[in-house]
């Protein structure tokens, strides 16, 4: 079983940061690409940034600028650092992979739970 886990969401002021974690965990031979979408209030889910194994990088055009999307492979974790927030930004934030599993070598697609990031004064 493969799973992910994010942390690191919660309520922030406009202008603020906050750093999203993202753990895969299970019987994994190799993650491959890594990313984070969100989904606002009454809004299709989006990609919001998507990091290779070699770590080449790709933002939406929203968050250019301000979200720095990272990768610990050693740990399996993909991180996200979100400055200046702005209240657009509030949303419910997924960590997403592409995981080979151990056994069966066969790579997957998996999502993450979700963390709510709230941007409010």
């Known amino acids: 079983q493969v799973q992910l886990v994010e942390s690191g969401g919660g309520l922030v002021q406009p202008g603020g940061s906050l750093r999203l974690s993202c753990a895969a965990s299970?019987?994994?031979?190799?993650?491959?690409?890594m990313g984070w979408y969100r989904q606002g209030p009454g809004k299709q889910r989006e990609l919001v940034a998507a990091?290779?194994?070699?770590?080449?990088?790709n933002y939406a055009d929203s968050v250019k600028g301000r979200f720095t999307i990272s990768r610990d492979n050693a740990k399996n974790m993909v991180y996200l650092q979100m400055n200046s927030l702005k209240p657009e930004d509030t949303a419910v934030y997924y960590c997403?992979?592409?995981?080979?599993?151990?056994?069966?070598?066969?790579?997957?697609?998996?999502w993450g739970q979700g963390t709510q990031v709230t941007v409010s004064s």
């Open positions: 299970g019987s994994i031979f190799k993650v491959n690409a």
């Open positions: 997403n992979a592409d995981i080979m599993r151990s056994y069966t070598r066969i790579t997957n697609n998996y």
């Open positions: 990091i290779t194994s070699g770590g080449n990088t």
